[in-house]
């Protein structure tokens, strides 16, 4: 018998394996991001909308739709959440030259969900809007009084946007 010839090859197989592993798990995150950032730009094209924040207290008692095309605008909007805030919400950085903003507050309601809004449809003239609620199973339990808010944000357009609400 070698003395010491059983160590390197076990030493090759040890990092064979290691290699291995480390392959198939680098492919393996690989394909799911690859698939995700495929349906996110298929949804982009569907949809110009993009989520930017929601809260459960937006100040205001009834129902509001807001589009905010410039600066000052957006911080007054904020200033008013953020009046019984410490610390307030930050104020999101918005392109106001490309994009514009659009807010959805839903009133005063009782621990229903959070507001949504998606596009309904797009013509010539308008971008309609559907608003909607995201109610989960712990928003159907609470019985606290909210008024929720949603922001997003969609391209700078001319045409008239439209909420119609789900009936």
């Given at each position: 018998m070698k003395h010491g010839s059983i160590t390197p090859l076990i030493n090759v197989r040890l990092w064979m394996g290691i290699l291995s592993i480390t392959l198939l798990s680098c492919n393996g995150q690989k394909k799911p991001a690859m698939?995700?950032?495929?349906?996110k730009s298929q949804t982009m094209v569907n949809n110009p909308l993009t989520f930017i924040l929601d809260d459960s207290y937006a100040g205001t008692?009834?129902?509001?739709?807001?589009?905010?095309?410039?600066?000052?605008?957006?911080?007054?909007?904020?200033?008013?959440?953020?009046?019984t805030r410490k610390p307030g919400i930050p104020v999101p950085n918005v392109d106001f030259s490309t994009e514009?903003?659009?807010?959805?507050?839903?009133?005063?309601?009782?621990?229903?969900?959070?507001p949504r809004l998606e596009m309904l449809q797009e013509?010539?003239?308008e971008m309609i809007l559907?608003?909607?609620?995201?109610?989960?199973?712990?928003?159907?339990?609470?019985?606290?009084?909210i008024s929720p808010f949603s922001v997003y944000k969609i391209p700078l357009t001319t045409k008239s946007v439209v909420f119609k609400a789900i009936k």
């Open positions: 698939e995700q950032g495929e349906t008692d009834t129902e509001e739709t807001l589009v905010i095309r410039n600066e000052k605008s957006l911080r007054s909007f904020f200033s008013k959440i953020n009046s514009m903003i659009v807010v959805y507050c839903s009133g005063t309601q009782q621990g229903n969900g959070m013509t010539d003239t559907q608003m909607s609620s995201e109610v989960t199973e712990k928003s159907k339990k609470s019985t606290a009084t």
